[in-house]
């Protein structure tokens, strides 16, 4: 009864600060003029991860269990393009993807580009090299990590200066100073990631009892419930008009949860990460990859209509995120 009081006190915290949290990033966005998508993908996506972060590195240096660590971050990638179908249902008659700017898809390659190499390193993990005991894939990870976030920025930044109508824009919050935005952002921030952190901790009880594998459950029970800050975040930012930010956010925490990977190869030193685990995460790194495909072809060719309540994009991304579940709980 404890632990189900404790679970229900920690996601009230994040329903009510990630709220707060999508409110002052969207005032920041307009203070700073760098944008809503720009904003999403490095402010936002950098604190709604950091549970998976800190449970990659408790999984890791404390615990001892890499498959946990792996599967948090995959499963998270692809709870987090979930997410989408989501906001799809919260967006009305229209497709979510429709009201995102196209220059989303840019995100959403660099996120395929890293889940390939993941995929490259899961499968040959036995040939690569190394450096010290951090597998090489690593600081590929980083690499290509800061050179998309230099990407985003420059495209974002690009974007702004040719929309005629930002001067619009910034009159939303114009009662709110910059020092009271930062201040307000910062302290939910610290209530989200402190709530979130101690959440997986809380999942892994919830979890022990089932007798089920680690893979299984770092792919489902750790990764939905490090993802909450991300499901937060997004609705409340698409309830404000920030679908650009929403969607920053979901591609964005993905980019950042494969640095994760290789926080955590550094801090195992047994050897490579990816030498420790099972291949069965191929599993879950291929549906990430086609999940994030398919929400960049959505992004490109902007359907108008649903079916029902979903479009076609969200009932894809839903079908391959069930097949995958299926997969991994046959596999464990």
């Not at 604190?47 to 590195?57: A, C, D, K, Q, Y």
């Not at 929309?163 to 921030?189: D, H």
């Not at 926080?263 to 990430?288: R, W």
Request: hydrophobic share 55%.
């Amino acid at each position: 009864m404890i632990l189900w009081l404790q679970f229900v006190a920690c996601t009230g915290i994040i329903l009510v600060s990630g709220t707060y949290l999508s409110k002052y990033g969207d005032v920041i966005a307009e203070k700073t003029g760098l944008g809503r998508t720009c904003i999403g993908v490095v402010l936002m996506a950098s604190v709604t991860s950091l549970p998976e972060l800190v449970t990659g590195i408790s999984s890791v240096a404390i615990f001892d269990v890499p498959d946990i660590a792996l599967g948090d971050v995959l499963g998270s990638c692809m709870f987090n393009i979930l997410i989408l179908a989501l906001l799809d249902v919260m967006n009305g008659s229209a497709p979510v993807s429709a009201k995102a700017h196209q220059g989303q898809v840019l995100t959403a390659s660099f996120g395929i580009l890293l889940l390939g190499l993941v995929n490259v390193g899961i499968f040959s993990a036995a040939h690569m090299p190394s450096v010290g005991w951090v597998g090489v894939y690593s600081f590929a990870f980083v690499a290509v990590y800061l050179i998309a976030m230099r990407a985003v920025f420059s495209y974002e930044k690009k974007r702004i200066a040719e929309l005629v109508g930002v001067v619009a824009e910034e009159i939303r919050y114009e009662k709110i100073s910059k020092v009271t935005a930062y201040r307000m952002y910062g302290l939910n921030a610290l209530l989200t990631i402190g709530a979130a952190t101690y959440l997986p901790h809380i999942g892994e009880r919830i979890a022990e009892a089932t007798g089920l594998g680690q893979t299984f459950v770092g792919n489902i029970f750790i990764a939905l419930a490090t993802s909450l800050p991300e499901v937060v975040v997004s609705v409340a930012a698409l309830k404000i008009g920030a679908v650009d930010m929403a969607f920053g956010n979901i591609f964005g925490s993905n980019l950042f949860n494969i640095v994760i990977l290789a926080i955590d190869d550094i801090l195992y030193t047994k050897g490579p990460l990816l030498s420790y685990i099972s291949a069965n995460h191929l599993v879950s790194s291929s549906a990430a990859i086609s999940m994030t495909a398919v929400a960049a072809i959505a992004l490109t060719t902007r359907a108008s209509k649903k079916w029902l309540f979903l479009a076609w994009d969200s009932l894809a991304i839903l079908a391959v995120y069930v097949f995958s579940l299926s997969v991994l709980y046959m596999m464990r």
